[in-house]
């Protein structure tokens, strides 16, 4: 269980960047060949349940990444062609969902001999595979599917596999279950699944790796930003249930106040530090982004600050809701209007709202308030109401007919397992200004990259155009000169009404 919780944190908090060499397309060496470089690729093995998802979600499976599969039943008697996964493939993920097995006695045991062959040609490859159950839809397989995927689950504990449950996750109404399974050991879903494997190097141990980015988290620094104005993070009485990234001279910013950013961590979670190097970005720029919940991580963390105890701090791991980020904008509204302290320096006239994964969910659920005049949603989207939902977060699809404000979408490409709920959700956005950009960097973003990377980048310039009305920022986006849309590496799409830069 430890892999297990160490992994769900991964993706819950945002490991990092990526250790694995190299992207799609590059390397030329023969893909056949052991010395290969390796590339981000994807051998898929499956027969019914895979014929299934290609049905459900072919848009998903004909993106350049996913463009190899094959066929493996696992229920029946037919051999795995070895030959042909080592000579014509050399894939760096190799996904197996598992079909649900015959009601036949030693189903159980033919599967496992099969899967135990996948993982040793696999190993002697170096290639990292993701073991998915079927699909659970009960019936007289039920027994043996669920014998079979407790046995990958422990594979996934003893560090052989990533262990993937498709029923958690990526929902369609052709594969709807009555009842979720109770456990995924590493991560749900494909997407997620294939953004967890990417993570790691082959050869390694997962949790070894795991480690070892946790390391990093800690170590990085809250560094100053490029922008013109050296920023800093930390508490403030004022606010003590939350945090703030702010240029560190704010006397600079009494005639002209700062537009105000407020930003919903990865996993709701209440470690304000865990973007630090993007808000930092963003306020070096001239902003203050109020962070909900407190610095946790990072050099020093908690310990940098001795008082904190004494401004009654929410206990550890209570997690945050939309009603914190609400209570934010009431506060900036507030100070705003009283001119002393913090009212001397903020403006509440140009309030954006923001976050990463579920803390992405948390920024459109207030993203209605009128107080709001731009949102900016990293790696997330509304849930269907057909799926299970994130626990603790009521806002529906219908919350996106309510928006009045500009949006912007920047998912991590089909690996992030937010791009269908991201990509849904702007597909039905028709009344304000809508972008969505796309880049495959995977759920975790390029938050960890130095000041934010590219993520940091585009948010900066969205804020500059809703917040500051700069129209150099604006024609990043749009018009003749587009300048993002220069870089191949990104996908770009518009919607609703067009707006004067």
């Known amino acids: 269980m430890k892999r297990a919780a160490a992994a769900l944190l991964a993706l819950a908090i945002g490991a990092g960047t990526p250790l694995w060499a190299s992207a799609a397309g590059q390397g030329t060496a023969d893909a056949g060949s052991q010395t290969a470089p390796l590339e981000r690729r994807v051998l898929f093995l499956g027969d019914r349940e895979l014929a299934n998802w290609r049905k459900a979600d072919p848009g998903f499976f004909t993106a350049p990444l996913f463009r190899n599969s094959g066929g493996f039943d696992l229920g029946g008697r037919k051999q795995f062609d070895l030959a ?29 001999e099969q899967v135990t062959l996948l993982l040793q040609t696999a190993r002697a490859q170096g290639a990292v595979v993701i073991l998915a159950r079927a699909v659970a839809y009960g019936g007289a397989s039920a027994a043996a599917d669920d014998a079979l995927a407790a046995w990958m689950q422990q594979l996934a504990q003893d560090g052989q596999a990533i262990y993937s449950d498709p029923n958690r996750i990526d929902f369609h109404p052709d594969l709807r279950l009555k009842k979720p399974a109770d456990l995924a050991m590493s991560t749900n879903g494909i997407r997620g699944a294939l953004d967890n494997a990417f993570r790691f190097t082959p050869g390694i141990p997962a949790e070894q790796q795991f480690g070892r980015l946790m390391q990093a988290f800690e170590a990085t620094p809250y560094d100053e930003g490029s922008g013109p104005f050296r920023a800093i993070a930390g508490i403030d009485p004022a606010l003590p249930t939350h945090s703030f990234y702010r240029p560190a001279n704010l006397p600079l910013f009494e005639k002209q106040r700062l537009p105000v950013l407020i930003f919903g961590n990865g996993g709701c979670a209440d470690d304000a530090a865990n973007a630090r190097p993007l808000l930092t970005e963003i306020a070096s720029h001239g902003y203050l982004v109020i962070t909900l919940g407190q610095l946790k991580s990072g050099p020093g963390g908690l310990a940098a600050y001795p008082d904190l105890l004494k401004l009654d701090n929410p206990p550890p791991g209570r997690g945050t809701s939309a009603a914190d980020m609400k209570a934010a904008i009431d506060w900036v509204e507030k100070v705003a209007a009283s001119k002393e302290g913090w009212g001397r320096y903020v403006d509440a006239g140009r309030i954006a709202v923001s976050g990463w994964s579920c803390g992405g969910l948390q920024a459109l659920a207030n993203s209605p308030d009128p107080r709001v005049k731009a949102t900016i949603i990293f790696n997330s989207g509304l849930f269907g109401a057909d799926s299970p939902g994130m626990p603790g977060m009521d806002v529906s699809k219908s919350t996106l007919d309510q928006l009045h404000a500009p949006v912007l979408y920047l998912l991590g490409g089909p690996t992030d397992v937010a791009y269908g709920n991201g990509n849904d959700d702007f597909g039905r956005i028709s009344k304000v200004p809508a972008y969505l950009l796309s880049r495959e960097v995977g759920h975790s973003g390029t938050f960890w990259q130095p000041h934010g990377g590219v993520w940091a980048q585009a948010a900066r310039l969205w804020l500059d155009w809703r917040l500051k009305g700069d129209a150099r920022a604006a024609a990043a986006f749009d018009g003749k000169e587009c300048g ?16 004067a830069h």
């Open 84 to 112: 042909t996964l080592v000579a014509g493939h050399r894939p760096h993920v190799i996904y197996f969902l598992a079909d649900r097995l015959s009601s036949a006695g030693d189903a159980v045991d033919r599967a496992k």
């Open 484 to 499: 993002l849309c220069a870089d191949p590496s990104w996908t770009i799409q518009r919607r609703g009404p067009v707006d």
